[in-house]
């Protein structure tokens, strides 16, 4: 399910551009919605100018996601909610690792998804929310062969913008799934057990590239 998760959101930022396309006015960055829309119109142009990385060129796509859409996520939050109580177990430096780890365990697996992208669009929700809310919620629908995925991200108001912690895929937010994973490493092998599980898998990702 995570996985799924992941890559739905991946070729929802490469295909979302479409829905985008007929839109009259640029989106407005400083919305949460409009900032979704304005990441998958420049992820969408950065891969139809990159013949490698329509190819599947994989350190293509992870340097994409780093530049494009990394800076519009908050990993600190998202890692620290899945990490849940066990957060306070972790030294700063462990805290630091962990962050660093899981955001290359994200990249490396929806960065996959590029291959497996045909011809999805995006239906955007209203968009409901009050002036001073820092929490909300973007929602979408992929629609493509199959079923109609529904696709969710929760964004944070931060001092730095709007940023992406959180996406939900048919009722599962990634956070809450990662939480129980974390959680039984933790308890069989401690922080330190959690970080050589997400380098290993890591390693194993990469040596599959």
Known sequence: MVKTALLSFFAFLLSGALGIASAQNAPDPNTPDGLIKMIVADVMASVKADPEIQKGNIPRV????EKKIVPYT????TTQLAMGRNWSKATPEQQNQLIAEFKSLLIRTYSGALSQLRDQTV?????RANPSDTDVIVRTVVIGKSDPIPLDYRLEKTNDGWKVYDINIMGAWLIEAYRNQFTNQISQNGVEGLIKFLQERNAMLAGKK
């Open 62 to 65: 992870v340097d994409l996601v």
């Open 74 to 77: 908050d990993m600190r939050r």
């Open 123 to 127: 239906q955007y929700k209203p968009f």
